[in-house]
């Protein structure tokens, strides 16, 4: 099974601030990455998919790349709905696996 | 509006079932595979098993050793997860997804889970 390690596992930031979420894949996953937002109490909310394509509606703020083995998650300009918890997920092969999460809190 | 309910869960007894279920609409559910993931109290999402078109086709993860079953009912527009010899790491919420139709899994619409409690 292909094993995602997400760093770090939280972060605290300020409102406006930039800060980047690092996903690493256990062999080559390609591009085949998506990135998931998750709120306390809620379902999780699809963000990217295929490493840097942002869905339908989701802010220009958020931005993805890498490829292979490593990827990174950024967010520009932190606004105050983007603290939550975010998970990588590599789609390659089942079974898709999601990384830790990482939870961003305000500082 | 495109939608994914789940039912099922409840407080259950180490050693016993249960049947969850999801209920789709709002969406050609036929196109789509279906998937569950769950997450275990402050935990994080742990991804278990999807079910292919016409529900000959399955995936499981690597934990459920034959425990867990994914099926649908394609003119129910539902997709269920049978699990069996409940133990208390199975307590988590588990979530439906709306999975690929073709191509790399991508789950953009998600149910608001139901909560599976084993303990005695």
């Known amino acids: 099974d292909i094993q995602m390690t997400q760093s770090p596992s939280s972060l605290s930031a300020s409102v406006g601030d930039r800060i980047t979420i690092t996903c690493r894949a256990s062999q080559n996953i390609d591009k085949y990455l998506n990135w998931y937002q998750q709120k306390p109490g809620k379902a999780p909310k699809f963000l990217i998919y295929d490493t840097s394509n942002l869905q339908s509606g989701v802010p220009s703020r958020f931005s993805g790349s890498g490829s292979e083995t490593h990827f990174t998650l950024t967010i520009d300009n932190l606004a105050p709905e983007d603290f939550a918890t975010y998970y990588c997920q590599q789609s390659l092969t089942a079974p898709l696996t999601f990384g830790g999460g990482t939870k961003v809190e305000i500082k | 509006e495109e939608q994914l309910v789940e039912s099922g869960g409840g407080l259950v007894q180490p050693g016993g079932s249960l049947r969850l279920s999801c209920a789709a609409s709002?969406?050609?559910?036929?196109?789509?595979?279906m998937a569950w993931v769950r997450q275990a109290p402050g935990k994080g999402l742990e991804w278990v098993a999807n079910v292919g078109q016409d529900g000959t086709k399955k995936n499981y993860a690597d934990f459920v050793n034959g425990r867990l079953t994914i099926s649908r009912d394609n003119a129910r527009n539902s997709v269920y997860l049978q699990i069996y010899s409940l133990r208390p790491e199975d307590t988590a919420v588990y979530f439906c997804?709306?999975?690929?139709?073709?191509?790399?899994?991508?789950?953009?619409?998600w149910g608001q889970g139901t909560l599976v409690t084993v303990s005695s």
């Open positions: 709002g969406f050609t559910f036929t196109s789509h595979w």
């Open positions: 997804a709306r999975d690929k139709i073709v191509g790399p899994s991508q789950y953009h619409l």
